[in-house]
C-alpha cells in the first residue's frame, strides 16, 4: 500500500516568510507524528497527534510553529516568520496506534532559509 | 547526559562480518525501543522493536536489550555493503513522545 507521504519536497524560504509543510499519512493510521532533524542528528520530536486530538506539542521550538491535523488525517506543520536555524528537514511518520508503537517515515521536507 | 546516546561512528566492518552497534539512554522508566537505518539522503526505515529484556532475532538482524543496564544494541550478522547506513535508536518515553539518538553511521567493507 501507499506509504507516508510529504509536500513539498524541498522548500526554499526567504527569511521572515511562512511555510507550510504537508504530510499525508498511511491510510488508517491514527498516530501522527512530526519530527525536524538536523544535518547529522537525528530526528527531533516536535508534535503528536492521535486522530485530529494534537496530545503533545512538546518539542516544538517557539510559537512559530504550529501543526494542525483537522479531519484526522492530513497533517500540516507552518513556520511562521522563518528563521535561518528553521533550515532543517522535516519529517512526518505514522503508526497504527493499536498499542504497537512503530512509525513509519515519509520522505521528508528539506527547507532552506535563505 | 544525553537521553539517548550512540558511538557517532564511523564504525568499519569488513563483508560478512558482525556489526554491533550500541545505544544507551537514561530514562529508566523507558519501556519501548527502536532501531531505524538511514541511508543518506532518505528517510529513517524501521529494522526492528524490542519491548522486553534479552534477544529478537529478524533474518540477519538481533536486538538486545538490557534494561537493568539502560542498554539496547543491534547485531547484523554477515554484513553486506548495502547496510552501510546510519542506524538510529529510538526510545519511547512517557505518551507517544519519543528520542532519537545521533545515530551510528556504519560502513561495510567490500
Known amino acids: 500500500g501507499a506509504g507516508v507521504s510529504q509536500s513539498p519536497r524541498y522548500k526554499v524560504a526567504k527569511r521572515g516568510q511562512d511555510v507550510a509543510l504537508r504530510c499525508d499519512p498511511i491510510s488508517g493510521h491514527v498516530s501522527l507524528f512530526w519530527y525536524q532533524q538536523a544535518l547529522g542528528q537525528g530526528p527531533e520530536f516536535l508534535t503528536y497527534f492521535q486522530n485530529e486530538a494534537q496530545l503533545d506539542k512538546s518539542g516544538l521550538p517557539s510559537d512559530r510553529f504550529f501543526a494542525e491535523r483537522p479531519e484526522g488525517s492530513v497533517s500540516t506543520l507552518k513556520i511562521q516568520r522563518t528563521q535561518q536555524e528553521d533550515s532543517a528537514v522535516y519529517l512526518c511518520a505514522s503508526s497504527l496506534g493499536d498499542g504497537t508503537y512503530e512509525q513509519y517515515f515519509g520522505p521528508g521536507t528539506r527547507l532552506t532559509v535563505t | 547526559q544525553k537521553e539517548v546516546e550512540q558511538n557517532s561512528g564511523p564504525l568499519s566492518v569488513p563483508e560478512g562480518a558482525i556489526a554491533s552497534l550500541n545505544c544507551t539512554y537514561s530514562d529508566r522508566g523507558s519501556q519501548s525501543f527502536f532501531w531505524y537505518r538511514q541511508y543518506s539522503g532518505k528517510s529513517p526505515e524501521l529494522i526492528m522493536s524490542?519491548?522486553?529484556?534479552g534477544d529478537k532475532e529478524d533474518g540477519r538482524f538481533t536486538a538486545q536489550l538490557n534494561k537493568a543496564s539502560q542498554y539496547v544494541s543491534l547485531l547484523i550478522r554477515d554484513s553486506q555493503p548495502s547496510d552501510s547506513a546510519t542506524y538510529l535508536c529510538?526510545?519511547?518515553?512517557?505518551?507517544?513522545?519519543?528520542?532519537f539518538g545521533p545515530g551510528t553511521r556504519l560502513s561495510v567493507l567490500p
Open positions: 529510538a526510545v519511547k518515553r512517557y505518551g507517544q513522545n519519543f528520542v
Open positions: 524490542i519491548y522486553s529484556n
